[in-house]
């Protein structure tokens, strides 16, 4: 299963890392985050060299819908509630700036990746109440919303929120030409980062180590645990997407607010239909992808399946992303991560306010993003979920009796630990993707035992 950015962009293939280096700025991750950020950091003059563990955009950016939006699913009324006006707004003019910014590089570097404007909407079969309030707050924010009670999709609903001029556009083609004349190391897992000092950091692989000043943690889900505790700051999630030929081709782009709700996004002559969301590690029964080709039956007899893929978000407590310093103590080493399902936007600001505060600058915008910000009572209940979550799979890790599964293909049995080795989490089955996935923190692992994804940074014991 691959997506269909995959289908039509490959990217020049890099060397891995077989020496010691030195730099201004150590970028792991070479994902949409991670090229941004040093192409960014180029643009001031700054050293940037990126460590891939696999290839460049062989993550998550590979997996997404690539909506480029600042409409994040129902956020700014509780942005105002939870932080305030003014933070709300920095939110909000972030994102705003964000969808402005793609298409100025897209135009200033003739860059042709499909970049269109289109609106963005949120659409509900059962409510209208909250998309009302939902339209109020962003408008009082300053973007350009409304509630409507119709739309192009072939079914009734109850209410739409409509964001206008907003984009879309075909990630791979884009990040190809953003990648061209940045220094990245692909095949170079990052083994650990030693802080010796101001300025003075070493980013480990297991043929050479880079010495630079600062450190960027562009990796998704950073897998250094002490400081930052990022493991009990944020979960991750699955998604499921397929793309279908003759199917409806709607002009804006839309995500259900509602439990079975489903999203729907063009890309030329294909429908991108997605849902099927759930906690990573939480998908023992399967049928995610079944269920979106049933409905696509219902809606567009006589379409045709074309491609199909997933992906993995992390979720913060209060669902808005961690971009800024590590931790409070920390002067050299940053991250950006915990976009939920909002990467395209939230990796655009991440490449402007990560070489900013790398240079020793203050972004008043920033705050709202800050990892150090203050914890909301969202952020309270969320955190109490998730310490309850991974101490049940805690316990049953210690009581399992069998902690040994099998997986047979093509005749061949793969016997695996099902121990996480990141935290020590009991792995549970994903028979879609046919996986091995943390219900705690999101690792995942093919059934050969394999990393995919992680914080774990090695694969399960065969």
Known sequence: MESIWLKEVSFQKRSALHQNERADVVIIGAGITGLLTAYFLKEKGIQAVVLEADCICGGQTKGTTAKITSQHNLIYDRLIRCYGEEMARYYARMNEWAIGEYERIVKGK??????????????????KEVLQKEAEAAKRLGIAARFKTECELPFMVKGVLEFQNQARFHPLKFLKEIAKGLTVYEETPVEKVEHHGMGNNKVVTKNGTVTAGKVIFACHFPFVNLPGYYFARMYQERSYAIAFENAMCPSGCYLGIDQEGYSFRTEGNLLILGGGSHRTGENSQGGKYDKIRKKARELFPGCKEVASWSAQDCITLDHIPYIGAFDRKSQDWFVATGFGKWGMTSAMVSAKVLPEVVDGKEI????????????????MKELAVNTGITAANFTKQLVSVNRIKSYTENDKVFEVSIRCPHLGCKLSWNPDERTWECPCHGSRFDYRGRLLDNPAQIGIER
């Open 364 to 379: 008043p915008e920033a705050d709202i993003f800050s990892p150090q910000r203050k914890i909301s009572a969202l952020a």
């Open 110 to 127: 003739s860059i042709d990746c499909d970049f269109d404007r289109c609106s963005a909407n949120l659409y509900s079969c059962v409510e």
